[in-house]
């Protein structure tokens, strides 16, 4: 037991870590396969994780809820989100938007046109196929010299009526099953701009929510940010040393360079482009100052930064750190 | 192997004269067909001393499966094209001559005929098909009609098992490895000084001002992945963290953005309990996942922050947008707080809303210096004396590289040697 909470996962790190560093300089598909495969491997794990994940959640507010403790409303509210995602996710098949004309398997077929003796156009069906993916897959597995075309089935249909003067009068737009069933049949408002475009995704259930219950929030607590660093800034920027006032000074300069307006003062106004044959534009200051000192800065943090992750690294292939088995020898 | 499949073709000096007698072209010198090195089996290189013609001609590479034929077009171009020193490979991989024509067949679907260079793998199997041999010849073409046909050769792309570019950098990491083992020994026979860390001595601090005060210390590992090595380093400082907390009989809440992260800072914490010999104070739900949603997890840890108003808040490991907006929240309810990341586009925002912040490699640093292991501490002073290495070839590379760009001593191609040394490629 000890070794196969102890030796075997060290085991496991020590072969996996050793032969990921050893990819890097093979270049054949060997090498290349591993990489792929071991990042495969991570995103099943993830998907098994996200179930642990999820049990965490429901069982820290499962107890609020149980509890009554105060507050509780909201974690039931959290139940309440989680069911109505899930749920429209099921039903939208994950899909944010209905099917589109161009995505990656569907193929829009050249329009069918209805035309009167004269040639006067009446009516104009424009459809998408999709292909059947089981029926694809078997083929390859067949590896058939000549395979034959894929089977497809429609998966909307377009059809615009006009008038004989040209006008569009009607557009209609169906929806098919697997199987040929009408899924959804429905009239476009032709007023609308884009209504002749072919068969564009509209919102689903699970797209609507996350375009409009989703995006807002995040948006708002993104928008919080700007007060933040106000605050923030505010904070920083006090002269009290001459270092902050140079912090100051610099991020002043920045600031200000960044906005048009400073750009035409220091250049029409005062009439600075030149000094002693350089370019002295407010633009080239600050980008001195972002390129040259802040990016010196940045490089030497990175350094630091390397060494530690090759060390990091090393410990844990070596199996010198193994606190994150859970603890220590 | 790649000499064996290289193949000179010196096309006899007396049939180039006929031939230059019959309105063909001499044919072009040196010209070599080889497998490209390097890669994984999917070029071939197509070399020629550059000729008097070059300007006015084409170029064309051919391939077949048989030395009969039929042929396909490969490659076409112009004489007067790249050269060998445009690959931007080092001198010691590579022969940089500007008087080397150079023609690369790299793709896979560049061939026009009826078989792509490398067999396509099967789906059903996974394997691909054996390589087949491969017969190249090469056409040169001038713009008044004159025309020279190499003989065909045969030359099969093949995988290459070590990348000779990046030989440098597989050289350094060996020199870092043996650093950090050398003074892995060392620590083991006598103990390291180890320079003082403030926002790590402060971690006591911290702890002990939330027993004092009855109020949780809060821990966030980041929102990066496991995968990453700032969450790694963040999962074990929270090892050492947790035994104080645990020690000092304080509630510790670990808020996760990644569920695998949560996993193992459970196990991590669980142990950290034990081994402080308070097994019965380890909390299960200590450790919980918020969501991966990365502005849903700062709105609900702000909101547990507010409520709660912890005495103390860790933020160690890899953060974006999200840093400012929890650090600020943590220090408007007056917590201790101590940062620490490798994001150097969040250090600002942490110097200011934090009391301590640790920076860059002080985070990969954390865990050995809190834990006080002599192992440990050795690799830390490995990674100093690494340090100390990279510093001094930095001046090295600063004298030389002013030296180079002067130009009066004649030192540039000495220069862009050395510089080739510390690229990665």
């Known amino acids: 037991m000890i070794f196969l909470k102890r030796q075997f996962p060290l085991l496991i790190c020590f072969a996996i870590g050793v032969a990921m560093a050893l990819q890097y300089y093979v270049p054949t598909t060997l090498g290349q396969k591993l990489a792929s495969q071991t990042s495969d491997w991570y995103i099943i794990i993830t998907i098994f994780a996200s179930f642990l994940g999820f049990g965490s959640v429901a069982s820290v507010h499962w107890r609020k809820v149980n509890a009554r403790r105060p507050g509780w409303g909201y974690s039931a509210l959290v139940f309440v989100g989680i069911v109505l995602m899930l749920g429209a996710g099921i039903i939208s098949e994950g899909k944010p938007t209905t099917e589109r004309a161009h995505d990656e398997q569907g193929t829009e077929l050249p329009p069918v046109d209805e035309r009167d003796a004269s040639g006067v156009l009446l009516k104009r069906t424009i459809a998408t196929e999709r292909i059947i993916p089981d029926l694809v897959s078997k083929e390859i597995v067949e590896e058939t010299a000549a395979p034959p075309p894929p089977k497809t089935f429609k998966v909307l249909e377009l059809v615009i009526e006009y008038a004989p003067d040209g006008r569009v009068t009607k557009a209609t737009e169906t929806k098919y099953s697997r199987s040929g069933a009408v899924l959804l049949k429905r009239d476009r408002d032709i007023s609308k701009e884009g209504a002749l475009l072919p068969l564009e995704g509209e919102p689903t259930s699970f797209g609507w929510m996350y375009q409009n219950m989703l995006n807002p929030l995040q948006s708002t607590m993104f928008a919080m940010l700007g007060f933040y660093i106000a605050s923030a800034a505010f904070r920083s920027f006090r002269a009290k040393s001459f270092h902050s006032g140079l912090l100051l000074v610099t991020a002043l300069v920045v600031l200000i360079g960044n906005v048009p307006f400073t750009n035409h003062i220091w250049s029409e106004w005062f009439g600075i482009h030149h000094l002693r044959g350089v370019r002295l534009e407010m633009p080239d200051i600050v980008g001195w100052l972002m390129n040259t000192p802040n990016t010196a800065a940045r490089r030497g943090v990175g350094f630091g930064v390397a060494l530690g992750i090759i060390a990091t690294s090393l410990k844990i292939i070596f199996g010198i750190e193994r606190a994150y088995l859970g603890g220590g020898d | ?425």
């Open chain 2, 1 to 425: 192997m790649r000499l064996a499949a290289t193949l000179l073709i010196l096309a006899a000096c007396a049939a180039a004269a006929s031939a230059q007698e019959s309105g063909a072209l001499a044919p072009p010198l040196d010209l070599r067909i080889e497998d490209s090195g390097e890669d994984n089996g999917v070029g071939i290189d197509v070399t020629w001393r550059r000729m008097e013609y070059d300007a006015k001609a084409t170029y064309t590479v051919l391939v077949a499966l048989a030395k009969d034929g039929p042929w396909h077009e490969a490659a076409k171009e112009p004489g007067a094209g790249g050269v060998k020193a445009d690959e931007p490979l080092p001198w010691w991989a590579w022969s940089s001559d500007l008087d080397t024509r150079l023609i690369r067949v790299t793709k896979r679907d560049s061939l026009a005929g009826p078989q792509p260079l490398l067999p396509e793998e099967n789906p059903a199997t996974k394997f691909r098909a054996k390589t087949p041999e491969y017969w190249w010849k090469v056409v040169v073409a001038t713009e008044d009609g004159l025309r020279w046909e190499s003989q065909p050769v045969q030359v099969t792309p093949t995988g290459n098992f070590f990348a000779w570019s990046k030989l440098n950098t597989f050289l350094y990491m060996g020199a870092f490895t043996g650093i950090l083992v050398v003074y892995i020994g060392v620590a083991r026979k006598r103990t390291l000084w180890i320079r003082r860390i403030a926002g790590l001595d402060a971690v006591d601090e911290a702890v002990g001002r939330a027993t004092e005060m009855g109020k949780p210390v809060y821990y966030m590992t980041g929102r990066d992945t496991i995968t990453t090595v700032s969450t790694v380093a963040a999962t074990l400082i929270l090892g050492e963290i947790a035994k104080k907390v645990a020690a000092y009989d304080t509630q510790l809440k670990v808020p996760h953005t990644d569920a695998i992260v949560m996993a193992v800072c459970q196990e991590i914490t669980r142990e950290a309990y034990i081994s402080a010999g308070r097994p019965d104070a380890f909390r299960e739900d200590s450790n919980f996942f918020v969501t991966d949603d990365q502005f849903g997890y700062t709105a609900a840890v702000d909101g547990m922050m507010v409520r709660e108003k912890p005495a103390a808040c860790f933020y160690m490991g890899y953060y974006y947008a999200e840093s400012l907006l929890l650090a600020e929240t943590g220090a408007s309810t007056g917590a201790i707080q101590i940062a620490g990341t490798d994001a150097d586009a969040q250090l600002p925002f942490f110097f200011t809303a934090c009391d301590y912040t640790l920076i860059g490699e002080e985070l990969y640093a954390a865990g050995a210096y809190l834990s006080k292991e002599p192992v440990l501490v050795g690799t830390l002073r490995g990674q100093d004396i690494g340090k100390a290495v990279l510093l001094f070839m930095i001046l090295i590379g600063a004298v030389l590289t002013t030296l180079g760009q002067w130009g009066g001593l004649g030192m540039s191609s000495f220069v862009r040697s050395v510089v080739e040394l510390f690229k990665a490629y």
